[in-house]
T-cell receptor, first 112, second 114 residues
């Protein structure tokens, strides 16, 4: 079946540091890939997505590129802010199923 | 556009009581999901529906949990009787058929069973 693996957290960075959160997936076929963000006390919100190989999703300074050869979708941001502190979930949809598969989430804390 | 609407937002109940959580998906969406989130277990899929029909309920913890979707615009998740270990945030989410389509989450129902 489909699955998503994310790097373990928590990740703690200083403001303006570079961020990478690794995500790899296993799926049959050609899934779509997503990053969701959950701020404290809120639901999950779509951050960005990519629907085919080599696509780059981007939003709010975050980027992720769909790499089929390495089955990865790593999240990056060049300069994080305190307001980026949240839990980030990698997810996939499609391939062999219609339901979404979420990774375990990575908690990010950005210190001023 | 209205998003996924859940109620109640917060509920505190005593052990043994019945709890009913409600969800209105985004109009036109044909998939509806119920998730549970806890610190220990993270985000767990409980059940999902397609066109109001339950497709996979393998994540429902036990017989105390039940979910229904009587029509395309309403779903309930019921816990009877409730136990302290059911304390969690319960999310409802909806999406459209198709592998490119995004899943949209409600703001969650924060349940505390004392």
């Amino acid at each position: 079946g489909n699955s998503v693996t994310q790097m373990e957290g928590p990740v703690t960075l200083s403001e303006e540091a570079f961020l990478t959160i690794n995500c790899t997936y296993t799926a049959t076929g050609y899934p779509s890939l997503f990053w969701y963000v959950q701020y404290p006390g809120e639901g999950l919100q779509l951050l960005l997505k990519a629907t085919k190989a080599d696509d780059k999703g981007s939003n709010k300074g975050f980027e992720a590129t769909y790499r089929k050869e390495t089955t990865s979708f790593h999240l990056e941001k060049g300069s994080v802010q305190v307001s980026d502190s949240a839990v980030y979930f990698c997810a996939l949809k499609g391939g062999s199923g219609q339901n979404f598969v979420f990774g375990p989430g990575t908690r990010l804390s950005v210190l001023p | 556009d209205a998003g996924v609407i859940q109620s109640p937002r917060h509920e505190v109940t005593e052990m043994g009581q019945e709890v009913t959580l409600r969800c209105k998906p985004i109009s036109g969406h044909d998939y509806l999901f119920w998730y549970r989130q806890t610190m220990m277990r993270g985000l767990e899929l409980l059940i999902y529906f397609n066109n109001n029909v339950p497709i996979d309920d393998s994540g429902m913890p036990e017989d105390r949990f039940s979910a229904k979707m009587p029509n395309a615009s309403f779903s309930t998740l019921k816990i009877q009787p409730s136990e302290p270990r059911d304390s969690a945030v319960y999310f409802c989410a909806s999406t459209l058929e198709g592998w490119r389509n995004t899943i949209y989450f409600g703001e969650g129902s924060w349940l505390t069973v004392v």
